[in-house]
Nanobody, 120 residues
Framework: QVQLVESGGGLVQPGGSLRLSCAAS????????MGWYRQAPGKQRELVAA???????NYADSVKGRFTISRDNTKNTVYLQMNSLKPEDTAVYYC??????????????WGKGTLVTVSS
């Protein structure tokens, strides 16, 4: 089994910053792509940012220049640094990790989500 533990969400004022973390543990041989998605009330889940094993990144247009995704392969952890936050960034943020398991091959895992609220 593989577990994802997210942290770092909370309430922040517009213009503020938050850093999300997601640590993977369990029967992991290696980790491929890692990413963050978000889902706002009444909207579909959308990709926020993703990062490959080699460090290549991809961002939603709405967060380019404000958010930065990074990963620490020694800790099986992915981070999302969010700056200049806007009320429209309010959502539940989900970690997504593609894991090569020790037994059972490759599988995609989701975190339980962490709420980010941007409000004055």
């Amino acid at each position: 089994q593989v577990q994802l533990v997210e942290s770092g969400g909370g309430l922040v004022q517009p213009g503020g910053s938050l850093r999300l973390s997601c640590a993977a543990s369990g029967s992991i041989f290696s980790i491929d792509a890692m990413g963050w998605y978000r889902q706002a009330p009444g909207k579909q889940r959308e990709l926020v940012a993703a990062i490959t094993t080699g460090g290549s990144t991809n961002y939603a247009d709405s967060v380019k220049g404000r958010f930065t995704i990074s990963r620490d392969n020694t800790k099986n952890t992915v981070y999302l640094q969010m700056n200049s936050l806007k009320p429209e960034d309010t959502a539940v943020y989900y970690c997504n990790v593609l894991v090569d398991r020790i037994v059972g091959g490759t599988m995609n895992y989701w975190g339980k989500g962490t709420l980010v609220t941007v409000s004055s």
